[in-house]
């Protein structure tokens, strides 16, 4: 059974940072083999993906929204998921999800959002004007 669990998430000020931390578990999920990404749902809107990386962390992707603000990376010897969040706009409140990938190409799909599944429980994240 794979578990995600987010953690990090709370109020900020416009202009304000935040980490945001992804931890994953199961017997017979093997974190580092598998590319990871960051979601956000945003009321009324459908959940998109942000960031992704690779089992190393060779190639990363970014949504446009987000590019030179969010940075992705992963530590495989916790099994941990990181998102840090710079510049932080209003536009950017949402519930943020870690999930892994499910695809068989990741070369041709990591950077999909249709490409994951297991998704964590999520955490809010708000940021004020």
């Known amino acids: 059974q794979v578990q995600l669990v987010e953690s990090g998430g709370g109020l900020v000020q416009a202009g304000g940072s935040l980490r945001l931390s992804c931890r994953a578990s199961?017997?017979?999920?093997?974190?580092?083999?598998?590319?990871m990404g960051w979601f956000r749902q945003a009321p009324g809107e459908e959940r998109q993906l942000v960031a992704a990386?690779?089992?190393?962390?060779?190639?990363?992707y970014y949504a446009d929204s987000v590019k030179a603000r969010f940075t992705i990376s992963r530590d495989n010897t916790k099994n941990t998921l990181y998102l840090q969040m710079n510049s932080l706009k209003p536009e950017d409140t949402a519930v943020y999800y870690c999930?892994?990938?499910?695809?068989?190409?990741?070369?041709?799909?990591?950077?999909?959002?249709?490409?994951?599944?297991?998704w964590g429980q999520g955490t809010q994240v708000t940021v004020s004007s």
């Open positions: 990386i690779t089992w190393n962390g060779g190639s990363t």
């Open positions: 199961g017997r017979t999920f093997a974190f580092s083999t598998y590319p």
């Open positions: 999930a892994k990938y499910g695809g068989t190409d990741y070369r041709a799909s990591y950077y999909l959002g249709d490409a994951y599944e297991y």
